[in-house]
């Protein structure tokens, strides 16, 4: 009777380990699932938003590019001087957002 005993706890022992040791292999897994998403997220600023500056700042720098852009192409007639105004309107306008308005502006 007691070889029973030890022989089912035997079984139930190894049951046991299998399923602590698949515990353990899920848990490590999610560990590295956690550690490779958090390196994949995008991380900006010091509070984590991407955007720096509000809607209403974004959609005034993209009006007033666009507004310069036509004007251009209006009232300038010559192509290649169009085309290298705009080329000098598309690189300023970062440097021109960060003098106006501030690199922190929000």
Known sequence: MSKERARRRAERLAVLEREKAGRARKAARHDRLQALRKR?????GRDGRIYLRSLRQRIGIAGATLAAIILVWTFVPELALRI???A??????PALVVVVLGRRAS
Request: a positive charge.
């Open 40 to 44: 994949l997220t995008p991380r900006f």
């Open 84 to 86: 290298i105004l705009t």
């Open 88 to 93: 000098i309107i598309i690189l300023a306008v």
